[in-house]
């Protein structure tokens, strides 16, 4: 039997797919259909139906590799023979029908074409039994050469590059030579583990070499410990004749490295587009290559990464379900041969036999204007050997997740965001406050420049501790107020150092010499160290807090509680859809759970409402009063506050007033008829309010529609499909008028922080709207298309938590820095009046502010840098107070030190925010360029200056950042830098401005997602189950799996689903009954209902949004959504599969070198 698959044919990378005929283009926006799903920022989501036809490609054209290469016959050369390089991924030979797959160097005839390189077994998440467990040791600990071994990085998202070529002949040496090879040092490295190598000799690296070859020759660990520069390398080979897989075999441990193969005649795969207009083949599963395994290795999922939407199926179908009946029998399964171990429980699982539900590539593709003859087979990076997200998220979980991390050492790099662990502060942050892109910064400005890594930090001043972390202490100095500095005004800190017998101290930021003041003073100890060291958490914690002084408050006086100002729309819009009533029904019980201090009985902040369509109607709920007043002001054009006394009371006091009040509001307006609405008015409305109770305070603003009533902020719609991918693009993400930059301003200086519920139904203008919301430090909340039915749960649990969050208001934060470097940029939801102080009206407990530092002088290894962020503000009670974060990192001379201490998750949060910020100024594409060249100039100043020679062929990763291609491939196929035809101009600036201030861990879930299978989970255990990565070739037809990036979840549930489970969880009887309406999941009585309820409890409260729950059948039109968020697979917007991207960075790194 002799099966030909063929790979689609992706889209040029960077253009979207033209529209399928036969199917509407699926919208994030637009109108609703009729009972419509919802699209995934809520809207409905109008996706492609199944069954349609797809073009073919023309000939001679394999989609599935990045870039066509020509076939090579491989040559299997070893470079040295000492211990061997991790363990890369299983060999897969093409097998042929009937007979056990050739020993190495025989040829078969060309009547057998190779298979997909993709077969698919059970999905398993194993890793190799003899590999040694790959650590990341804290950098405390002393570097081991080669202790760890390394696994080989993931890659990321893919544009076109230029156009595409004249023939097929021209491109095929694009990836000439990518082999991936490992080179080893040749002495035996001590035992334990470590980071990196020394100084002096390169850090521990994962190589890919690129031969124009797909096969995947892995590598067993062995048992001893590796040497110091382990590379990993993914062959890329192509068989040598078209229609002749090249077999297979699997290398001894000694062979670490791969020569380049000679170029032969076979054409290799490519993703270059079709000839205009060539047509695409029907999507058809083909049958798995026998003994095959697909499977990651084990892991926890990752809180990362959403993306837009990956569909393709293996090494490229279109996501589209298969056409009924093209389902081919099964491939026999060969018995191993003799040559080729036999993977019991190894890497991947054991050898299998292949799964019937599987769906392959296209089958033979018909050739269009010649004779059909066998095409040549198509091979590509086994993506089983590149990095995989969830192993090193699997690995640091189990090598950093049961000790504490004890932050007593300068420059530790902490566990990644997605182990649980627990912090002891011994004097300096937790990562819960501060994560830093790297915690060993170069010495000079220079190698800066050379490695191109951005130093930055992530800083969340108010972020919440887990029950067992003690929150940071309050200090009160009296009326001197906190000792500082004379000179630069840092703050007293675990870093200063006491002089003259502790008279004195010397500032560890700028070096000037400070007084101790009198009742401050105490003696020091034989090491200098004060006597009372442990006794104040200044001296001994990285984290604290001061209680302010009067000279800290505004106009030198103490500032009054705050107030919350709740701003209701009521239009027609929002009192036909029942969120009036519903947010009045909240509002009776939620006012009990206003924030407050610790001990405090109730809370002190006083509350007022505002109801509004063209004009504004203020109502009096004075205690004393037996019902409530209601005021008009119609003149919106000046707005004024109509009453003073009775506005803003106290919850207890008023409680029948209020209780009255909110029962009146959705009666008095249930017949309206008023559509216009005002917006600008109503935030000068709030501002008016709290100047004149001289507080600061929040507005809680509930608004449907484009403000278009004759009013102060008016705007028109101006949203603009045609500007996507032109020039004028970025205007779709600023705002359309200069007004509202104008009143942020206002509303920073007075401490009114608003907050924004948005219920569009259709354009909104988010980008204007935002603007006063971003500037003060709010948040924005945004249910497209809201129902009450389905969206209810989700708009007050997201009510309730912004409600009862912990915030500070009138905020003001400063980085200082010690000699040498200086925060320049920064980025978040705040206001700036000048270059040092970040202005914000309200900071909560979920907001970050990510800080960039550039050189200004030389650093020295001795001293190190440190870094302070002092926050002032006023807390809930209207106490004014300081919280001080200090950390110390260290400083380095030799490049490959800066490598082994870089946090990969941190440096991708930083890159897409400067990324999403760039989109205000520049064209989309060339802020995707510019990402994608820094990145490749990271990786080659590593190559060049770091890694042990070896071929150009080879992809040379530093352990430490080998995912920066698979989550930078997430970032540049985000919605906001490639939006699929169904994303709305909304949802782009929605997604930017939340981004915007999202700290690592939202990040790293949002733009690469969490999936778990839910059939695999274990019902007795409190255990999460094991994640598995995010491509369409991992999912079991037969299995249920549940997606989370941190603002939907989905729960895809495969058609050949037991009845058993779709009883259990859903409590139909067969799949074609399970509802795609449900929003919630039924409450069952057995184990798996209360297992997975469990599992989505766990996984909603880790998160600072509550998610949308999405049900998703396999095969229906839903589905297209859902495989936006499999990251690792081709993006329908263009954006390239992780294996396409990877070569792609590989020759971007190559042309650099070179």
């Given at each position: 039997m002799s099966v030909n698959q063929q790979a689609h044919t992706g889209p040029p990378y960077g253009q979207p797919q033209p529209g399928y005929q036969g199917y509407q283009q699926p919208a994030y926006g637009g109108q609703p259909l009729p009972g419509a799903p919802q699209s995934q920022y809520g809207g409905p989501y109008n996706g492609p139906m199944p069954g349609y036809q797809q073009p073919v490609p023309p000939q001679g054209y394999f989609p599935s590799l990045g870039f066509p290469s020509k076939g090579s016959p491989v040559s299997l050369n070893s470079d040295t023979s000492s211990l061997a390089p991790n363990f890369i991924g299983s060999l897969r030979a093409p097998p042929t029908s009937g007979a056990?797959?050739?020993?190495?160097?025989?040829?078969?005839?060309?009547?057998?074409?190779?298979?997909?390189?993709?077969?698919?077994?059970?999905?398993?998440?194993?890793?190799?039994?003899?590999?040694?467990?790959?650590?990341?040791?804290?950098?405390?600990?002393?570097?081991?050469?080669?202790?760890?071994?390394?696994?080989?990085?993931?890659?990321?998202?893919?544009?076109?590059?230029?156009?595409?070529?004249?023939?097929?002949?021209?491109?095929?040496?694009?990836?000439?030579?990518?082999?991936?090879?490992?080179?080893?040092?040749?002495?035996?490295?001590?035992?334990g583990l470590g980071y990196g190598p020394p100084t002096s000799a390169p850090p521990v690296s994962g190589i890919f070499t690129a031969t124009g070859s797909g096969l995947y020759t892995p590598y067993t660990a062995s048992p001893g410990p590796p040497p110091t520069t382990v590379s990993q390398g993914l062959p890329l080979a192509q068989p040598p004749f078209p229609g002749q897989p090249t077999p297979t075999q699997r290398l001894p441990t000694q062979v670490p490295g791969f020569a380049p193969p000679p170029p032969s005649?076979?054409?290799?795969?490519?993703?270059?587009?079709?000839?205009?207009?060539?047509?695409?083949?029907?999507?058809?599963?083909?049958?798995?290559?026998?003994?095959?395994?697909?499977?990651g290795p084990p892991a926890s999922q990752p809180n990362h990464v959403s993306s837009p939407p990956p569909p393709s199926t293996m090494s490229g179908p279109h996501p589209g379900p298969p056409m009924g009946g093209l389902h081919g029998p099964p491939p026999p399964t060969h018995p191993p041969q003799p040559g080729y171990q036999m993977q019991q429980n190894g890497p991947f699982g054991q050898v299998r036999g292949p799964q019937p539900n599987y769906g392959g590539a296209y089958p033979g593709t018909p050739n269009y204007g010649t004779q059909p003859g066998p095409p040549a087979p198509q091979k590509r990076l086994d993506p089983d050997s590149i990095p995989s997200p969830i192993q090193v998220i699997e690995d640091d979980r189990n090598n950093r997740g049961s000790e504490p991390f004890v932050t007593g050492v300068r420059g530790q790099v902490?566990?990644?965001?997605?182990?649980?662990?627990?912090?002891?502060?011994?004097?300096?942050?937790?990562?819960?406050?501060?994560?830093?892109?790297?915690?060993?910064?170069?010495?000079?400005?220079?190698?800066?420049?050379?490695?191109?890594?951005?130093?930055?930090?992530?800083?969340?001043?108010?972020?919440?501790?887990?029950?067992?972390?003690?929150?940071?202490?309050?200090?009160?100095?009296?009326?001197?107020?906190?000792?500082?500095?004379?000179?630069?005004?840092?703050?007293?800190?675990?870093?200063?150092?006491?002089?003259?017998?502790?008279?004195?101290?010397?500032?560890?930021?700028?070096?000037?010499?400070?007084?101790?003041?009198?009742?401050?003073?105490?003696?020091?100890?034989?090491?200098?160290?004060?006597?009372?060291?442990?006794?104040?958490?200044?001296?001994?914690?990285?984290?604290?807090?001061?209680?302010?002084?009067?000279?800290?408050?505004?106009?030198?006086?103490?500032?009054?509680?705050?107030?919350?100002?709740?701003?209701?729309?009521?239009?027609?819009?929002?009192?036909?859809?029942?969120?009036?009533?519903?947010?009045?029904?909240?509002?009776?019980?939620?006012?009990?759970?206003?924030?407050r201090e610790g001990n405090m009985e109730e809370s002190a902040i006083r509350v007022g409402f505002v109801t509004y369509n063209k004009v504004l109607h203020f109502y009096n709920v004075k205690s004393s009063l037996a019902q409530p007043q209601m005021m008009v002001v119609s003149d919106v054009a000046d707005m004024f506050v109509p009453l003073l006394d009775g506005f803003l009371v106290n919850v207890n006091e008023s409680r029948t007033v209020i209780a009255s009040l909110l029962d009146q509001i959705p009666e008095m307006f249930a017949d309206t008829r008023e559509t216009e609405t005002v917006f600008a008015p109503v935030i000068q409305a709030g501002l008016e309010a709290l100047k004149a109770a001289e507080c600061a305070g929040k507005l809680f603003i509930f608004h449907t529609s484009l403000p278009i009533a004759e009013a102060p902020g008016k705007l028109k719609n101006r949203d603009d499909k045609k500007l996507i991918n032109t020039d004028k693009e970025k205007t779709l993400f600023q705002p359309q008028t200069s007004f509202y930059n104008n009143l942020a301003k206002d509303c920073v200086a007075q401490g009114c922080c608003v907050d924004l519920f948005l219920f569009p139904n259709q354009y909104l203008d988010v980008a204007t709207l935002g603007v006063v919301t971003y500037q003060t430090g709010g948040s924005i909340y945004k249910y497209a298309y809201f129902?009450?039915?389905?969206?209810?749960?989700?708009?007050?649990?997201?009510?309730?938590?912004?409600?009862?969050?912990?915030?500070?208001?009138?905020?003001?934060?400063?980085?200082?820095?010690?000699?040498?470097?200086?925060?320049?940029?920064?980025f978040g939801a705040f206001y700036m009046s000048n270059t040092t102080d970040v202005e914000m009206a309200g900071l909560d407990c979920d907001k970050t502010i990510t800080v960039e530092f550039k050189h200004d002088d030389k650093l020295s290894e001795d001293s190190g840098a440190l870094l302070q962020c002092a926050l002032l503000y006023t807390s809930c009670a209207g106490q004014r107070r300081l919280r001080i974060h200090n950390l110390s990192l260290n400083c380095c001379t030799q490049l490959a030190d800066l490598y082994r201490n870089c946090e990969t998750d941190t440096l991708i949060n930083y890159l897409a925010k400067y990324a999403y910020r760039g989109v205000l100024s520049s064209p989309v594409k060339t802020v995707r360029d510019a990402l994608i060249n820094q990145c490749a100039q990271i990786l080659a100043c590593y190559r060049k200056n770091c890694a042990s020679p070896s071929s150009a062929g080879q992809l040379i990763l530093p352990e430490c950042m080998k995912l920066l291609p698979v989550y930078l491939n997430c970032v540049l196929k985000s919605d906001v830098l490639q939006p699929g035809l169904e994303v709305t101009t909304d949802d782009r600036a929605y997604i930017r401005q939340l981004v915007t201030s999202m700290d690592v861990a939202e990040t790293n879930v949002f733009f690469y997602p969490r999936l778990l299978s839910l059939t695999k989970a274990?019902?007795?255990?409190?255990?999460?189950?094991?994640?598995?990565?995010?491509?369409?070739?991992?999912?079991?037809?037969?299995?249920?799996?549940?997606?989370?990036?941190?603002?939907?979840?989905?729960?895809?549930?495969?058609?050949?689903?037991?009845?058993?489970?779709?009883?259990?969880?859903?409590?139909?009887?067969?799949?074609?009954?399970?509802?795609?309406?449900?929003?919630?999941?039924?409450?069952?009585?057995?184990?798996?209902?209360?297992?997975?309820?469990?599992?989505?409890?766990?996984?909603?409260?880790?998160?600072?949004?509550?998610?949308?729950?999405?049900?998703?059948?396999?095969?229906?039109?839903?589905?297209?959504?859902?495989?936006?968020?499999?990251?690792?697979?081709?993006?329908?917007?263009?954006?390239a599969s992780y294996v396409d991207f990877l070569c792609h960075m590989h020759k971007e790194i190559r042309q650099l070198l070179s």
């Amino acid at each position: 039997m002799s099966v030909n698959q063929q790979a689609h044919t992706g889209p040029p990378y960077g253009q979207p797919q033209p529209g399928y005929q036969g199917y509407q283009q699926p919208a994030y926006g637009g109108q609703p259909l009729p009972g419509a799903p919802q699209s995934q920022y809520g809207g409905p989501y109008n996706g492609p139906m199944p069954g349609y036809q797809q073009p073919v490609p023309p000939q001679g054209y394999f989609p599935s590799l990045g870039f066509p290469s020509k076939g090579s016959p491989v040559s299997l050369n070893s470079d040295t023979s000492s211990l061997a390089p991790n363990f890369i991924g299983s060999l897969r030979a093409p097998p042929t029908s009937g007979a056990p797959p050739p020993a190495s160097g025989a040829s078969l005839p060309s009547g057998h074409p190779g298979y997909n390189q993709f077969g698919h077994g059970d999905v398993q998440n194993g890793i190799p039994a003899s590999a040694a467990s790959m650590q990341r040791p804290p950098t405390s600990q002393p570097f081991l050469p080669g202790s760890a071994p390394t696994p080989v990085s993931q890659p990321a998202t893919f544009q076109q590059y230029g156009h595409p070529p004249a023939s097929v002949q021209q491109l095929s040496n694009h990836m000439a030579g990518m082999t991936i090879a490992s080179t080893t040092a040749s002495a035996p490295p001590p035992a334990g583990l470590g980071y990196g190598p020394p100084t002096s000799a390169p850090p521990v690296s994962g190589i890919f070499t690129a031969t124009g070859s797909g096969l995947y020759t892995p590598y067993t660990a062995s048992p001893g410990p590796p040497p110091t520069t382990v590379s990993q390398g993914l062959p890329l080979a192509q068989p040598p004749f078209p229609g002749q897989p090249t077999p297979t075999q699997r290398l001894p441990t000694q062979v670490p490295g791969f020569a380049p193969p000679p170029p032969s005649t076979g054409i290799g795969p490519s993703s270059y587009p079709p000839a205009t207009g060539a047509p695409r083949p029907p999507t058809m599963p083909g049958p798995p290559l026998p003994g095959q395994t697909l499977a990651g290795p084990p892991a926890s999922q990752p809180n990362h990464v959403s993306s837009p939407p990956p569909p393709s199926t293996m090494s490229g179908p279109h996501p589209g379900p298969p056409m009924g009946g093209l389902h081919g029998p099964p491939p026999p399964t060969h018995p191993p041969q003799p040559g080729y171990q036999m993977q019991q429980n190894g890497p991947f699982g054991q050898v299998r036999g292949p799964q019937p539900n599987y769906g392959g590539a296209y089958p033979g593709t018909p050739n269009y204007g010649t004779q059909p003859g066998p095409p040549a087979p198509q091979k590509r990076l086994d993506p089983d050997s590149i990095p995989s997200p969830i192993q090193v998220i699997e690995d640091d979980r189990n090598n950093r997740g049961s000790e504490p991390f004890v932050t007593g050492v300068r420059g530790q790099v902490p566990p990644l965001v997605t182990t649980n662990f627990v912090v002891k502060d011994q004097g300096n942050a937790s990562p819960r406050y501060i994560r830093c892109t790297s915690y060993n910064i170069p010495c000079t400005s220079d190698m800066a420049k050379q490695s191109q890594v951005p130093l930055a930090a992530v800083i969340k001043p108010l972020a919440t501790l887990p029950p067992e972390e003690t929150l940071p202490y309050l200090v009160d100095h009296g009326e001197s107020g906190p000792v500082r500095c004379n000179r630069c005004k840092a703050y007293m800190c675990p870093f200063m150092q006491f002089i003259e017998g502790g008279r004195r101290f010397q500032c560890c930021f700028c070096s000037c010499v400070t007084e101790v003041p009198p009742h401050y003073f105490q003696h020091l100890d034989h090491t200098g160290k004060r006597v009372d060291f442990y006794d104040r958490p200044e001296l001994s914690l990285g984290s604290y807090e001061f209680l302010a002084t009067v000279d800290y408050c505004k106009n030198n006086k103490f500032p009054s509680p705050p107030a919350f100002i709740f701003m209701i729309d009521v239009s027609y819009n929002a009192m036909k859809s029942g969120l009036v009533k519903l947010i009045c029904e909240e509002l009776k019980s939620l006012l009990d759970y206003l924030p407050r201090e610790g001990n405090m009985e109730e809370s002190a902040i006083r509350v007022g409402f505002v109801t509004y369509n063209k004009v504004l109607h203020f109502y009096n709920v004075k205690s004393s009063l037996a019902q409530p007043q209601m005021m008009v002001v119609s003149d919106v054009a000046d707005m004024f506050v109509p009453l003073l006394d009775g506005f803003l009371v106290n919850v207890n006091e008023s409680r029948t007033v209020i209780a009255s009040l909110l029962d009146q509001i959705p009666e008095m307006f249930a017949d309206t008829r008023e559509t216009e609405t005002v917006f600008a008015p109503v935030i000068q409305a709030g501002l008016e309010a709290l100047k004149a109770a001289e507080c600061a305070g929040k507005l809680f603003i509930f608004h449907t529609s484009l403000p278009i009533a004759e009013a102060p902020g008016k705007l028109k719609n101006r949203d603009d499909k045609k500007l996507i991918n032109t020039d004028k693009e970025k205007t779709l993400f600023q705002p359309q008028t200069s007004f509202y930059n104008n009143l942020a301003k206002d509303c920073v200086a007075q401490g009114c922080c608003v907050d924004l519920f948005l219920f569009p139904n259709q354009y909104l203008d988010v980008a204007t709207l935002g603007v006063v919301t971003y500037q003060t430090g709010g948040s924005i909340y945004k249910y497209a298309y809201f129902q009450l039915e389905t969206d209810q749960d989700r708009f007050l649990n997201d009510l309730r938590r912004d409600v009862q969050k912990e915030v500070g208001f009138d905020a003001v934060m400063r980085v200082r820095t010690s000699t040498g470097i200086r925060a320049t940029d920064f980025f978040g939801a705040f206001y700036m009046s000048n270059t040092t102080d970040v202005e914000m009206a309200g900071l909560d407990c979920d907001k970050t502010i990510t800080v960039e530092f550039k050189h200004d002088d030389k650093l020295s290894e001795d001293s190190g840098a440190l870094l302070q962020c002092a926050l002032l503000y006023t807390s809930c009670a209207g106490q004014r107070r300081l919280r001080i974060h200090n950390l110390s990192l260290n400083c380095c001379t030799q490049l490959a030190d800066l490598y082994r201490n870089c946090e990969t998750d941190t440096l991708i949060n930083y890159l897409a925010k400067y990324a999403y910020r760039g989109v205000l100024s520049s064209p989309v594409k060339t802020v995707r360029d510019a990402l994608i060249n820094q990145c490749a100039q990271i990786l080659a100043c590593y190559r060049k200056n770091c890694a042990s020679p070896s071929s150009a062929g080879q992809l040379i990763l530093p352990e430490c950042m080998k995912l920066l291609p698979v989550y930078l491939n997430c970032v540049l196929k985000s919605d906001v830098l490639q939006p699929g035809l169904e994303v709305t101009t909304d949802d782009r600036a929605y997604i930017r401005q939340l981004v915007t201030s999202m700290d690592v861990a939202e990040t790293n879930v949002f733009f690469y997602p969490r999936l778990l299978s839910l059939t695999k989970a274990d019902v007795d255990s409190d255990a999460l189950p094991a994640a598995i990565r995010n491509s369409e070739e991992r999912l079991s037809r037969g299995d249920i799996y549940l997606l989370e990036n941190g603002l939907n979840i989905f729960v895809w549930v495969g058609v050949n689903v037991q009845q058993s489970f779709i009883q259990n969880l859903f409590g139909v009887s067969s799949f074609s009954q399970i509802s795609n309406a449900l929003s919630t999941l039924p409450v069952l009585e057995n184990p798996f209902s209360k297992k997975v309820r469990s599992i989505i409890d766990t996984i909603q409260a880790q998160r600072s949004r509550y998610m949308k729950l999405i049900i998703v059948k396999q095969e229906d039109k839903l589905e297209m959504l859902f495989k936006h968020f499999l990251v690792e697979d081709k993006s329908l917007s263009g954006g390239a599969s992780y294996v396409d991207f990877l070569c792609h960075m590989h020759k971007e790194i190559r042309q650099l070198l070179s």
